[in-house]
């Protein structure tokens, strides 16, 4: 491979976005280059540390089974997956984001979610049923509609699959070359790229450019610069190599910023987790079982209703609560009649326990005596009802402030535990403008020619929350509609 050699299509990053991207080029026919800021050994950006969930709509278990050729009948008939239709993840992503969402991308990836499922598996991606957001009740396993399946060895094992079918198809890989900024010919179109290689700048030219290589997560200045507060301290939970470059030189060739730049994805993690994010932990750092108990900080004061809504619904957005609370810590706290419903990753860390609130508040270093009345403030505000792990049971408290809507039973049943958590940041979601065909626009809101992005670097999709799995399915959806609207215009550019 030579500097001077003419791709069709340039792919920027080597995630789930860039490669399905590169996947959907080269099946147009056109010649695919890689490129990828990490080493070999690091390679897969956010995606390798993500627990690999996809939120699809279905219109009932038939087809998911489609999706787990390998699980026998009876499994199957154990499973309640309910169903998911376009409209019902429609109004989640609109709820969620405040009605912020643009219409016409959600629209996008909902109507493309299934099929995407589908492509993703002819491709050699294997699903397995997730590990996160279900309950058992009954002897049947209840799947919160929309996060039923994951990656077959989560963000590990997709992004090995994908790099296994880009390596099929031929699709040329570069290792430890950052992108540096796009080139352009006199009519303003995308002609190459400017890269940085382990001992020079040199130019690739190409017939059109997809950026696929993520947000500014890992920058701390862009965090402080966009995200403000106390952004600039968080913890990372994904890759170190998503610093932004890509994005801020979209920027400054015109291209239009859009989206919420001051929201992220930023969930609870383990206290004592790495600064970045490390490969042999990938997300087992992530302490998501909060709606069982209450999260108290270091006052011994809660702060935030933990039974809000199922976790996958307010996860993404309950690290910038804890963030916000004195020294960037939070406790969760469960007793007996819960701690059997935390999720396995809470075996990675570990807990405090107590056989009182008095010992635990002691050996949490909290306030004499202010833990204690939390709790009892709490016990007394909870009201009866039937506790349901499986959905919203209502089972909330009366004149409490904050309340907790949902799955509040009191914290009687010692010994107590305590798990410390902080904020971790996923990715951003500031970003650039696309059209329904992957296309970036400049800041007069016209198609950039032969430019097109994918993923976390793209805006308009998620405001200050996100649905568990829709960041993998955007990345999916909109890395082959861009992968293949930038083969059929270097292809078409260049008289094919």
Not at 284 to 312: C, K
């Amino acid at each position: 491979m030579t500097a001077g050699e003419l791709w069709e299509v340039i792919v920027v990053g080597a995630g789930n976005a860039a490669l399905t991207a590169a996947l959907a080029a080269r099946q147009e026919g056109a010649r695919v280059l890689v490129m990828e800021k990490a080493p070999k050994e690091l390679r897969g950006g956010n995606t390798r540390f993500s627990g690999g969930l996809f939120r699809f709509a279905y219109r009932g278990l038939e087809d998911v089974a489609h999706l787990l050729p390998h699980m026998e009948e009876k499994q199957l008939q154990a499973l309640d997956v309910g169903t998911y239709t376009e409209e019902h993840y429609y109004h989640d992503i609109m709820r969620i984001t405040h009605e912020e969402a643009d219409p016409r991308l959600a629209r996008v990836v909902i109507s493309e979610s299934l099929a995407t499922m589908e492509w993703l598996t002819a491709c050699g991606v294997e699903w397995e049923l997730t590990s996160l957001f279900n309950a058992t009740v009954g002897g049947r396993k209840i799947f919160s509609p929309g996060s039923v399946l994951q990656a077959k060895g989560k963000g590990i094992g997709l992004s090995d699959r994908l790099f296994r079918a880009a390596e099929g198809h031929d699709i040329s890989i570069m290792y430890d070359t950052k992108f540096v900024k796009p080139l352009v010919d006199s009519r303003g179109a995308i002609s190459g790229a400017l890269v940085r290689g382990s001992d020079q700048v040199y130019e690739v030219s190409c017939g059109a450019l997809v950026l696929a290589c993520g947000g500014f997560e890992a920058n701390s200045e862009l965090r402080a610069r966009y995200l403000g507060g106390d952004w600039d301290r968080a913890k990372v939970r994904g890759t170190k190599y998503n610093t932004g470059e890509g994005l801020m030189a979209a920027l400054e060739m015109g291209a239009k910023p859009s989206g919420h730049w001051r929201g992220c994805h930023g969930t609870p993690i383990d206290a004592s987790a790495p600064a970045v994010g490390d490969l042999k932990l990938t997300d087992l750092t992530n302490r998501l079982s909060y709606p069982y108990g209450i999260m108290v900080n270091r006052l011994g004061r809660r702060f935030v209703d933990e039974g809000e809504a199922l976790a996958q619904y307010t996860y993404a957005k309950m690290g910038a609560s804890i963030l916000a609370q004195p020294g960037s810590v939070a406790y969760q706290i469960f007793d007996q009649k819960t701690v059997t419903l935390l999720e396995k990753r809470y075996q990675t860390g570990t807990p405090v326990v107590a056989d009182s609130l008095e010992e635990l508040a002691l050996r949490l270093g909290l306030g004499q005596g202010t833990l204690s009345k939390t709790v009892q403030e709490f016990n007394a505000a909870v009201q009866d009802g039937a506790f349901n792990p499986a959905v919203e049971d209502g089972k909330g408290t009366r004149d409490l402030e904050p309340p907790k809507a949902n799955w509040a039973q009191r914290l009687d049943s010692p010994p107590y535990v305590a798990y410390a958590v902080t904020g971790g940041i996923t990715f951003t979601f500031g970003g650039l403008e696309i059209d329904t065909q992957g296309q970036v626009l400049d800041t007069e809101d016209r198609p950039i020619p032969g430019l097109y992005a994918s993923g976390e670097l793209t805006g308009k999709f998620f405001y200050h929350n996100y649905p568990g799995g829709a960041g993998l399915m955007r990345g999916a959806v909109f890395g082959r509609i861009a992968g293949t609207s930038a083969a059929h215009y270097a292809r078409l550019a260049q008289g094919r």
